[in-house]
């Protein structure tokens, strides 16, 4: 009986370590797919935006010079809006003028006014296009725009050289050097009335171009938005 238990002991063993790794074998894919599903079921919050001093420049939209900007949608068409440079400058808003659907931007020229004070100041459109959607619920009168990048979109286009316009306009790092070259710029006009522009001593409040000349601050934001 001795002999016929080992025996059978011997034969058994390998059968059992072929079990045990084909169990492995079909555990692992499965484990994988399960934890994928999590994972894809689980919204990551976006990244932050890059900050350049008190600006905000997110990594993934191109900027004109004349303080816009364009991001690219997964349906082919073109949201354009203000930076955080021309929405402290200038805000809070009375209104904004609007192009109406339909009309042809071009890259340079003017593409909508901000109202302030009865005053109006043009800003220039970072792309060619034709405008399919405006989104004026983005102005509210003696409110600032609380998200220029996001939900404070002005305007989508259909556009018409958006290859061409692209390499016109500054992202990533280049982005980052613009903007760090017009904060300092401002920075230097603001003094010595740094105290009058900032809020509870940290970053400058909304308006800054009426706080530094409450007479000239459209001419001001005309200069800075290149439609002076």
Not at 41 to 48: E, G, L, Q, T
Not at 143 to 165: F, M, Q, S
């Amino acid at each position: 009986m001795i002999p016929h238990s080992i025996l059978t002991l011997y034969h058994a063993k390998p059968l059992e370590y072929f079990i045990a790794a084909a169990f492995l074998l079909l555990f692992i894919p499965f484990w994988r797919y399960v934890q994928g599903g999590r994972q894809a079921s689980v919204r990551r919050p976006a990244a932050a935006p890059r900050r350049v001093g008190w600006f905000a420049v997110p990594e993934h939209l191109f900027f004109h010079p004349g303080h816009t900007w364009a991001r690219v949608e997964s349906d082919g068409l073109v949201a354009l809006g203000l930076d955080d440079f021309a929405e402290k400058l200038v805000g809070p808003l009375t209104g904004a003028r609007l192009p109406a659907p339909g009309a042809s931007l071009a890259q340079g020229e003017p593409a909508w006014s901000l109202v302030a004070d009865g005053r109006t100041v043009d800003m220039l459109s970072p792309v060619d296009g034709v405008v399919v959607e405006v989104n004026g619920s983005a102005v509210r009168e003696g409110r600032p725009i609380a998200d220029p990048y996001g939900a404070g979109w002005l305007v989508r286009v259909r556009p018409t050289r958006l290859g061409a316009n692209l390499k016109g306009l500054l992202k990533g790092e280049f982005a980052r050097r613009w903007m760090t070259t017009a904060a300092d710029a401002f920075r230097r006009r603001l003094s010595p009335e740094l105290g009058l522009v900032y809020e509870d001593g940290g970053a400058p409040i909304d308006g800054l171009a009426r706080s530094l000349d409450p007479e000239g601050w459209d001419r001001l934001a005309r200069e800075c938005f290149l439609t002076e």
